[in-house]
């Protein structure tokens, strides 16, 4: 078996037997240079990959696909409840163990659907992401937790729970429940995987401005790093003010701190009041900058999934509707008439849906949305599903995580050779050992994202497997025990088989402003920063050493 020889000079930094790199920040070993051995067993083990993988039944020339042809598909659950209501109870323990069991319900609808030739593509095996994953097998607890990779990511808010109620009148509804919510999505293990939205009441109090509301929605991205904000109309009883201005400056607010809002709907009726406080809004002066920030999704599509008035809404640029209720007949009728009313945006007709499950309300029936989309009936492309699937509510989720508790740093970036990307693995298990042995805390892992209407056409996994997701370069948000707030380590791959890793503050003119991966969604004055503080490493222990010095 062929290897690749690699020499490290950082003083604790080895690979164990069976060629998984470790790091030892306990061990007291002199610092010189020592060479191991990498197999190609172990590269292929440690490539980018997660995901659900799927596989071609037939040959399609017209999309330049092969039978067998296996892809990748990245799944963003965009509608999950956790909390207590009443019978309804669910912590993230529990989301891994339903996508443990839709998995298994995808299987069993699969391969009676095979059977009836309605398939084009298979669902085969759900493969483990080894960062992600990499933050649950760092801790033994953690680590029973480590199933469930069906989905990728969770949004999950609120139920209008048992601790939603305030204690004291200038109290907002909600703030034990966003606390709550908060502890599980901002720390690890569980930031890997769930993107935390926060719950608020647009009614709370007496001055009919929203004011107590809008408090509420500030301290939960500015304090608690929560990254959205879910409006229930119904069972916060403003159906009939969802235009009136208690919501909106709720919805103005939201905007201005560019953060997507998920509006509960059970009625086209209500969809179209969210229709109209979107288009005043639009045509009034003083929310010019919430526009520009603001996306509205409107959750379990109206339950009209064929309504011409739910089409009329998609048409708005800042309107979404996701999945979550729809199954059996609704999950055709959505993307038919969806084909139908929105062909003249060409291949961006598929930006607009999300996928979502509303569990623990509903349960497995979200695998007829992902059949279908499998399915022959689909009029769309792979790159349709995965944007789908997932892709769409990454983008509109794409703000990078931050909150006031923040370190104030100057940008720095390191470069380091790597070309079989062990210098990557290497810097990437330091990381875990520190986030699992809890000197630092990491209250994000987010992945780069192709810029906006331009996702990428879905190679097959022979091919690199790329699916417009970037695995291998992604951003951490992590905080030491001893440093003054958070910081983003930006971990990239280059050109020419280079990695960098940036260190930078959340906060200031020099900051990551979207997930998008392009250098012209960087700012000017972020690009000069790194451009005039950026050196090379000699390998991944230099690299290692330079993090350890920058996180402290």
Not at 164 to 191: C, L, M, Q, Y
Not at 351 to 356: M, S, T
Not at 364 to 389: C, M, N, P, W
Not at 504 to 524: C, F, N, R
Request: charge should be neutral.
């Amino acid at each position: 078996m062929s290897s690749t020889t690699i020499i490290c000079f950082h003083p604790r930094f080895r690979f164990d037997s069976i060629g998984m790199t470790r790091y030892m920040p306990s061990a007291n070993i002199p610092c010189r240079p020592i060479l191991y051995h990498v197999t190609n067993a172990f590269r292929k083990e440690r490539s980018p990959r997660r995901m659900l993988v799927i596989r071609a039944v037939q040959d399609l020339p017209d999309r330049g696909i092969r039978k067998d042809d296996e892809f990748r598909l990245y799944i963003v659950d965009a509608h999950h409840h956790m909390g207590r209501e009443k019978s309804h109870r669910n912590t993230p323990s529990g989301a891994y163990d339903f996508y443990t069991q839709l998995w298994f319900e995808l299987q069993k609808k699969a391969e009676a659907m095979l059977e009836s030739d309605r398939l084009l593509f298979e669902p085969i095996r759900v493969e483990v992401p080894p960062m992600a994953s990499g933050v649950f097998q760092s801790r033994t607890s953690w680590n029973r937790m480590n199933h469930g990779w069906l989905v990728d990511r969770t949004v999950v808010f609120p139920y209008t729970d048992d601790y939603s109620s305030p204690s004291r009148p200038d109290e907002p509804t909600f703030r034990v429940s966003n606390d709550k919510i908060a502890g599980w999505t901002t720390r690890a293990p569980h930031s890997t995987r769930l993107i935390g939205y926060g719950r608020v009441n647009p009614l709370d109090g007496d001055s009919g401005d929203g004011a107590i509301a809008v408090r509420e929605l500030e301290r939960c991205v500015t304090t608690l790093g929560l990254r959205g904000l879910k409006l229930h109309p119904l069972a916060q009883l403003f159906l009939d003010s969802i235009d009136g201005p208690e919501t909106w400056n709720v919805v103005k607010r939201a905007g201005e701190l560019e953060i997507p809002v998920i509006f509960d709907t059970r009625n086209i009726r209500t969809v179209e009041r969210i229709h109209s406080l979107v288009d005043s809004m639009r045509n009034d002066p003083d929310c010019g900058n919430a526009i520009k920030g603001l996306r509205v999704i409107i959750a379990h599509c109206g339950m009209s999934p064929s309504d011409p008035r739910l089409f009329d809404a998609l048409k708005d640029p800042i309107i979404y509707t996701e999945t979550s209720t729809l199954h059996d007949l609704d999950v055709p009728a959505l993307f038919e008439t969806t084909l139908e009313r929105l062909h003249h945006m060409g291949d961006r007709w598929s930006n607009k849906i999300l996928f979502g499950t509303d569990f623990s309300f509903l349960s497995v029936q979200a695998a007829d949305v992902i059949l279908y989309l499998l399915s022959r009936d689909f009029g769309g492309t792979l790159a349709d599903v995965q944007k789908i699937l997932g892709g769409n509510s990454l983008i509109v989720t794409q703000r990078a995580f931050r909150r006031a508790d923040s370190a104030r740093v100057a940008p720095v970036e390191v470069f380091c050779h790597d070309k079989d990307r062990a210098v990557q693995r290497g810097l990437e298990s330091a990381i875990l050992e520190h986030v699992g042995s809890g000197e630092w805390g990491l209250s994000s892992l987010d992945v780069m994202l192709p810029p906006e209407d331009t996702w990428p056409k879905i190679e097959p996994l022979e091919k690199g497997g790329f699916n417009g997701v970037y695995l291998d370069s992604y951003l951490l948000t992590l905080k030491s025990k001893q440093s003054q707030g958070d910081l983003h380590v930006w971990i990239r791959r280059r050109a020419g088989g280079l990695v960098s890793c940036s260190v930078l503050g959340p906060h200031g003119s020099a900051t990551i402003e979207s997930l998008e991966y392009a250098s012209q969604k960087m700012s000017w004055t972020l690009t000069q920063a790194l451009s005039h503080n950026s050196h090379l490493a000699r390998d991944a222990g230099e690299l290692v050493a330079e993090l350890e010095s920058l996180v402290k």
